[in-house]
């Protein structure tokens, strides 16, 4: 079975600040990694996914993340955050070949403050 | 293109009611998931269709939902009878193929609180 643990529940950071959210996974088999961001009343929107090769990964709005196979980490970063980043942040997990359904970890909540 | 589109937005419900939370996805999609929300914890799967199959549904909780996906188009999910513990937030999503660059869309949820 899969796992992903999100090691910050809450992370208040003022604008402009750079920002990491981070994201540890545990897996007996090849996972594909993803971060979801969840806007208020929103549904969860995809920034980015590691699907292979080069392992730094770009998404949208700026935010890119690192996938680290020894550390079996997918740590999210933002060099210079908005208010309007203010969201919740979920890192997830699908298994290679399978259904990709995907395993959450419990989410970061990201404040941007002024 | 329209996203995917879940009604209610909200439900409360009391203790032994029944509810049905529906599912439009994205028009084409094959796939169809839906997860589940608990309040605290952390987005876990309940089940996969492909068209109107399940393919999975390793993740529903017991045998008090059922959900169905008739046609291959739209899905219901039925809680029958609510308990407490079945509140929190229900997310559907869909994709269009099954392949390590499909991407999952998701809905805005439905909240549904058990009282």
């Known amino acids: 079975a899969q796992s992903v643990t999100q090691l910050d529940s809450q992370v208040p950071v003022f604008e402009e600040a750079p920002v990491e959210l981070r994201c540890n996974y545990s897996?007996?088999?090849?996972?594909?990694l993803f971060w979801y961001v969840q806007y208020p009343n929103q549904g969860l929107q995809l920034l980015l996914k590691?699907?292979?090769?080069?392992?730094l990964v770009k998404g949208i709005n700026g935010f890119e993340a690192e996938f680290n196979k020894s550390q079996t980490s997918f740590h999210l970063r933002k060099p210079s955050v908005h208010i309007s980043d203010t969201a919740e942040y979920f890192c997830?997990?699908?298994?290679?070949?399978?259904?990709?359904?995907?395993?959450f970890g419990k989410g970061t909540l990201l404040t941007v403050n002024p | 293109e329209a996203g995917v589109t879940q009604f209610p937005s909200h439900s409360v419900i009391e203790k032994g009611q029944t509810v049905t939370l529906r599912c439009d996805p994205i028009?084409?999609?094959?796939?169809l998931y839906w997860y589940r929300r608990v309040m605290g914890k952390e987005i876990k799967f309940l089940l996969h269709?492909?068209?109107?199959?399940?393919?999975?549904e390793s993740g529903m909780p017991n045998n008090r939902f059922l959900a169905e996906r008739t046609g291959g188009t739209y899905s219901t999910l039925k809680v029958q009878p609510a308990e407490l513990e079945d509140s929190g937030v229900y997310f559907c999503?869909?994709?269009?193929?099954?392949?390590?660059?499909?991407?999952?869309?998701f809905g805005p949820g439905t909240r549904l609180l058990v009282l």
């Open positions: 999503a869909s994709s269009q193929d099954l392949g390590q660059t499909e991407t999952q869309y």
């Open positions: 897996s007996s088999v090849s996972v594909y």
């Open positions: 590691y699907l292979s090769g080069s392992t």
């Open positions: 997830a997990v699908s298994v290679v070949g399978s259904n990709y359904k995907l395993t």
């Open positions: 028009s084409g999609h094959d796939n």
């Open positions: 269709f492909v068209k109107e199959s399940k393919q999975d």
